[in-house]
Nanobody
Framework: VVLVESGGDSVQSGGSLRLSCTASGYTFSSYYMGWFRQAPGKEREGVAGINIYEQTTYADSVKGRFTISRDNAEKTLYLQMDNLKPEDTAMYYC?????????????????WGQGTQVTVSS
């Protein structure tokens, strides 16, 4: 299983970015997918998750600003991030798991990408 994130960049507050995560080596459509982030000195936290029925869940801190989506034909996960804030600065990771109890709990995820850096300046 390989997950490869891309799309991270440095932007100003209020800007937008679209992260992508391309998967290979397993049946992408059968797995729940999530986006997580980790800032220096902080624990990894769940940002957004999407299940196999394409139902979505968001952390309160990003609701209304971030949108998670998946393209099963392309085996790709996306995270559209709008109205970015300096507190969104972190390394962003995508991850997959068969069926988590809590979709935003990073401890329930099996496979992880290497991460892509997002930096938001004020």
């Amino acid at each position: 299983v390989v997950l490869v994130e891309s799309g991270g960049d440095s932007v100003q507050s209020g800007g937008s970015l679209r992260l992508s995560c391309t998967a290979s080596g397993y049946t992408f459509s059968s797995y729940y997918m999530g986006w997580f982030r980790q800032a220096p000195g902080k624990e990894r936290e769940g940002v957004a998750g999407i299940n196999i029925y394409e139902q979505t869940t968001y952390a309160d801190s990003v609701k209304g600003r971030f949108t998670i989506s998946r393209d099963n034909a392309e085996k790709t996960l996306y995270l559209q991030m709008d109205n970015l804030k300096p507190e969104d600065t972190a390394m962003y990771y995508c991850a997959s798991t068969p069926r988590p109890l809590r979709i935003l709990n990073p401890h329930e995820y099996t496979f992880w990408g290497q991460g892509t850096q997002v930096t938001v300046s004020s």
